[in-house]
Nanobody
Framework: QVQLVESGGGLVQDGGSLRLSCTAS????????MGWFRQAPGKEREFVAA????????DYADSLKGRFTISRDNPKNTVYLQMNSLKPEDTALYYC??????????????????WGQGTQVTVSS
């Protein structure tokens, strides 16, 4: 089992940037594919980005390609989400998630087994 703690959310102006971090407990972080999701008020949770165990493969929601970048640092048990050119519609609670996988190049959009509590991102216009 792994516990996930997100940080880095906050209030930012339209066009600004934020970097979210998600730190995992335990010694097996490198055995998990990792993902970021978000949920805006009144909307369903949606996929944002995923990264493979090795960090070599990534996947993004089509609407976010070019603005968001996912990465990971396995020795630090941390996955990041760099968000640039933020828009008010990016306002949401952002969650990281972990999924045990056997392939080092595997990314996943669902299902995920472990979830953090989320970090709020608010983009003002």
């Amino acid at each position: 089992q792994v516990q996930l703690v997100e940080s880095g959310g906050g209030l930012v102006q339209d066009g600004g940037s934020l970097r979210l971090s998600c730190t995992a407990s335990g010694r097996t972080f490198s055995t998990y594919a990792m993902g970021w999701f978000r949920q805006a008020p009144g909307k369903e949770r949606e996929f944002v980005a995923a990264v493979s165990r090795s960090g070599g493969n990534t996947d993004y929601a089509d609407s976010l390609k070019g603005r968001f970048t996912i990465s990971r640092d396995n020795p630090k048990n941390t996955v990041y989400l760099q968000m640039n050119s933020l828009k008010p519609e990016d306002t949401a609670l952002y969650y990281c998630a972990a999924k045990p996988v056997t392939g080092s190049s595997t990314t996943a959009r669902r299902p995920y087994d472990y979830w953090g509590q989320g970090t709020q991102v608010t983009v003002s216009s």
